[in-house]
């Protein structure tokens, strides 16, 4: 016996009656606006090529590190479900066995964001109306496995059907970005703009950072080998991703911490980190050189900056030997925004010509640290609730901590900051319920008329990340 998966219309709407009332009123304000996208991890190559994904699983459970990282922690092991090993040893390769074993063990996604994206996808996408189990799987793999044969079903099809108006994927400054040429000049209407990573080439502890460095004076024809140099190739590396869409810039580093040295100062520790590993101190100076670095030539080139910082990356050395990196082993840290940041802020942070959005994985610093810094310094957004806390609960909390010291216009919207091109539209659905909820909630305490909320949630959903990311421009 099969029960039916349809997602109802009021999921994620306040119990309360007139709060839920109100919710459905202002989301019907933004339930059908565009989709802006302006930070993820797609695959430019979907959008250029144009190809049919292969199957469900390839297009479900193998790239998505939040499906994996689950499955992983019960004991499945990766290459059980189709995870590319680093050295090419055999991992399992039949989709149907792979959607076989994902759907024996839906029940670990149980309250998880997962859960709700992955039953969007089957629902909305696919039109499955009945629950993921051991014995609907081979049903449910053979309907996404017809659909996906079909043109309708590829990448730029998809785009515009999902309403997306804008989506950016993030390359690394040694990216040629030969798929984001062939979008532009293939005629297509969909946009689809790069992000400027710079990680390879700035962090020191980043592996290959050496040889990054010298291919980075290849492809630019500067002189990597000095401080100058290399400054110079990095400037022209962004006028390169700016000339084919690119409006923001990408640094996940490990901590906000941020130095101003003097030039001679860091071309010695630039020269240090060209010679060998630096000691784990001179690696933090050096990251932290390069963001204040990196806003200064946000304030020269316009690109707006974005911060991630306070994830403690491949966690789990066997994964990352067997796997390589992004495969769910990321574990979030504390992190230090106040005195972290105050030498970027003492040099920019008054500048309009900057804007630098900032995220966290350490939600005890909202209230504390975020909040007030977006709330005073003119270059500072704040961005939504990002990673493990892309979910109803995160969203609630970041609302209810950051608002009343930051208010509305000092964050940055929405973004999905994704892989799984399909959990798009089920990640922007979530977050325009959860935040017409919100706004419910104070039109029903009388802190907000409604007409007011009504806007505020069309700003949270779409005017407040065009601006905040210059897609106007």
Not at 45 to 52: C, I, K, L
Not at 339 to 365: A, C, M, Q, V, W
Request: with cysteine.
């Amino acid at each position: 016996m099969t029960s039916p998966a349809l997602l109802s219309d009021d999921r994620l709407f306040p119990p309360d009656p007139t709060e839920r009332a109100i919710a459905r009123r202002l989301y019907a304000h933004v339930r059908a606006l565009p989709i802006v996208s302006p930070h993820g991890h797609t695959d430019p190559a979907w959008f250029a090529e144009n190809e049919a994904f292969p199957d469900p699983a390839a297009l479900l459970i193998v790239p998505d590190h939040y499906v994996f990282r689950m499955l992983y922690s019960q004991g499945i092991p990766l290459e059980s479900l189709g995870v590319p090993r680093r050295d090419g040893k055999p991992v399992e390769r039949d989709g149907r066995k792979i959607w076989r074993l994902f759907a024996e063990h839906w029940h670990l996604f149980r309250g998880t964001p997962s859960r709700m994206w992955l039953t969007h996808a089957l629902s909305e996408t696919f039109g499955v109306r009945e629950r993921l189990t051991a014995g609907s799987a081979d049903r449910i793999y053979d309907r996404i496995d017809g659909c996906l044969r079909q043109p309708e079903f590829r990448p730029r099809a998809l785009f515009e059907r999902f309403n997306i108006e804008v989506l950016a994927t993030t390359e690394s400054p040694l990216d040629p970005l030969v798929h984001h040429r062939k979008i532009r000049s293939s005629g297509w209407s969909g946009r689809v703009i790069t992000a400027f990573r710079p990680d390879p080439v700035v962090d020191p502890d980043y592996e290959g950072f050496r040889a990054n460095v010298a291919a980075l004076g290849e492809i630019t024809r500067e002189n990597t080998a000095t401080w100058s140099g290399y400054l110079k190739a990095l400037a022209n590396r962004r006028q390169y991703f700016a000339s084919l869409g690119a409006t923001s810039t990408d640094h996940g580093h490990p901590t906000a911490a941020t130095f101003d040295h003097s030039p001679g100062e860091c071309e010695a520790l630039f020269q240090r980190a060209l010679e060998g590993p630096l000691a784990p101190e001179d690696a933090e100076r050096f990251r932290g050189q390069m963001l204040l670095e990196m806003a200064r030539m946000s304030v020269d080139d316009g690109l707006v900056m974005q911060l991630h910082p306070g994830a403690c990356r491949d966690h789990n050395p066997e994964i990352f030997r067997d796997f390589g990196k992004d495969k769910g082993a990321d574990i979030p840290t504390r992190t230090d925004y106040v005195r972290g940041l105050k030498p970027l802020l003492d040099r920019f942070g008054n500048d309009r010509r900057l804007t630098l959005i900032l995220f966290t994985l350490d939600e005890s610093t909202y209230a504390r640290e975020l909040a007030p810094l977006a709330g005073h310094y003119p270059a500072l957004k704040l961005g939504p609730a990002w990673w493990f806390f892309d979910s109803p609960e995160g969203m609630r909390r970041y609302r209810e901590t950051v608002t009343e010291t930051a208010g509305f216009s000092n964050t940055a919207g929405f973004n999905d900051d994704t892989r799984a091109f399909l959990s798009i539209p089920a990640r922007h659905d979530v977050a325009r319920r959860v935040d017409c909820g919100f706004l419910a909630k104070w039109v029903a305490d009388h802190r907000l008329d409604e007409d007011e909320a009504a806007e505020l949630a069309v700003d949270l959903a779409y005017n407040l990340a065009r601006r905040a990311y210059k897609l106007d421009d």
